[in-house]
Antibody, heavy 115, light 106 residues
Framework: QVQLKESGPGLVQPSQTLSLTCTVS????????VHWVRQPPGKGLEWMGR???????SYNSALKSRLSISRDTSKNQVFLKMNSLQTDDTGTYYC?????????WGPGTMVTVSS | EIVLTQSPTTMAASPGEKVTITCRAS?????MYWYQQKSGASPKPWIY???KLASGVPDRFSGSGSGTSYSFTISSMETEDAATYYC?????????FGSGTKLEIK
């Protein structure tokens, strides 16, 4: 069955770089797009960017200068790297697959930016 | 960027009551999508392409609209429907979400 799971450090210091991994199973990264969506505590959802099935990427312009998304198809993994983290980057980070819509989501990983 | 404005922000409904949430887009979008999120859980797809129910969604839910004005309706509220609902567009990047409507049971 289709599954996505995020993994990452949990705690990141201000000004440092966040590295997250989304490990997928049950589908091929060369057939579906995978997106990153984040959610600050108690707030709404923000689309960060996507890795398309063909390897192209697109980013939210608000984050573009700090954000990079890549993948390793042999390991079924999509990576997120975001630099210059600040406290307002604290939140839950989700990866999600899109077919006709965001049809499967990972459980999310909580990231806290704090010294 | 297309801004999605949801209303109301919060509401409470009694079992059996009809519920309507609206989502207005700052520019025309082709379709609207809706997600349900319960506390501590990931969002779930609920309605796609404006009016199609995602797998497993009860038929008391419906969606409608076009252009810049969309709505999400529950014909008869049930306790399990208490959640936050987000509208979402992907007609243009950046993809955007509404700020959410928290629906509580009265």
């Amino acid at each position: 069955q289709v599954q996505l799971k995020e993994s990452g450090p949990g705690l990141v210091q201000p000004s440092q770089t966040l590295s997250l991994t989304c490990t997928v199973s049950g589908f091929s990264l060369t057939s579906y797009n995978v997106h990153w969506v984040r959610q600050p505590p108690g707030k709404g959802l923000e689309w960060m960017g996507r890795m398309r099935y063909n390897g192209d990427t697109s980013y939210n312009s608000a984050l573009k200068s700090r954000l990079s998304i890549s993948r390793d198809t042999s390991k079924n993994q999509v990576f997120l790297k975001m630099n210059s983290l600040q406290t307002d980057d604290t939140g839950t980070y989700y990866c999600t697959r899109s077919g006709w819509y965001f049809d499967f989501w990972g459980p999310g990983t909580m990231v806290t930016v704090s010294s | 960027e297309i801004v999605l404005t949801q209303s109301p922000t919060t509401m409470a409904a009694s079992p059996g009551e009809k519920v309507t949430i609206t989502c207005r887009a700052s520019s025309s979008v082709s379709y609207m999508y809706w997600y349900q999120q319960k506390s501590g859980a990931s969002p779930k797809p609920w309605i796609y392409e404006t009016s199609k129910l995602a797998s497993g969604v009860p038929d008391r839910f419906s969606g409608s609209g076009s252009g810049t004005s969309y709505s999400f309706t529950i014909s008869s509220m049930e306790t399990e429907d208490a959640a936050t609902y987000y509208c979402h567009q992907w007609s243009s990047t950046p993809l955007t979400f509404g700020s959410g409507t928290k629906l509580e049971i009265k």
